[in-house]
């Protein structure tokens, strides 16, 4: 069951930039990233599902480039939403690879996993909206301004990962 829903992802994943862009230069990229998530499928390996995920963000990025449209929020927070779900459920398949799961521990990592999804969807929305923001109040100011506050930003975000993981740690411990 794990394997079908790599593998659905890995799907999506790799079909998703084409329906952005449906072109040659597309299509070659959606090969290796279709290969390598169906490889990592099988296999319940991380890196390779790592690599394929790679792949398809640099198979949508080339689409968007080629279309010369600009990012559509919905789409590009689906395609990472995906790849986070695609990583974890490699993960996962291979953590209990043998062992006999019960239904209540699959529907409370699912749980948790949508729980993520939804904060980092959210996040990215509420990201896009202040950059967005940001972007009409210093529309006149200098460019060391704007670096600085956006290095502020990753500073902040930096540390917001490294305070999730530090508590994740804790609570496995």
């Known amino acids: 069951m794990l394997r079908l829903a790599t593998c659905g992802l890995v799907a999506v994943l790799a079909a998703l930039p084409l329906a952005v862009e ?28 790592t690599a394929s995920a790679v792949v398809a963000l640099i ?21 990472g939403v995906a790849l986070f779900l695609l990583l974890q459920l490699v993960h996962f398949a291979g953590r209990v690879h043998g062992a006999a799961v019960s239904r209540a521990v699959l529907v409370s990592q699912l749980r948790a996993w949508l ?8 996040a990215a929305i509420v990201l896009m909206t202040t950059g967005a923001a940001f972007r009409l109040v210093l529309s006149g100011a200098a460019l060391p301004a704007v670096v ?26």
């Open 22 to 49: 449906p072109s040659p230069f597309v299509t070659w990229l959606a090969v290796p990233a279709l290969l390598l998530g169906l490889a990592a499928a099988v296999a319940r390996s991380v890196p390779l599902a």
């Open 59 to 79: 198979e949508y990025a080339l689409a968007l480039v080629i279309a010369r449209e600009p990012v559509d929020v919905v789409t590009a927070v689906g395609l």
């Open 115 to 122: 729980g993520i999804a939804v904060i980092g969807a959210v």
């Open 148 to 173: 600085i506050a956006g290095a502020l930003g990753a500073l902040a975000a930096s540390a917001g990962v490294i305070l999730l993981v530090m508590r994740a740690g804790v609570t496995r411990s």
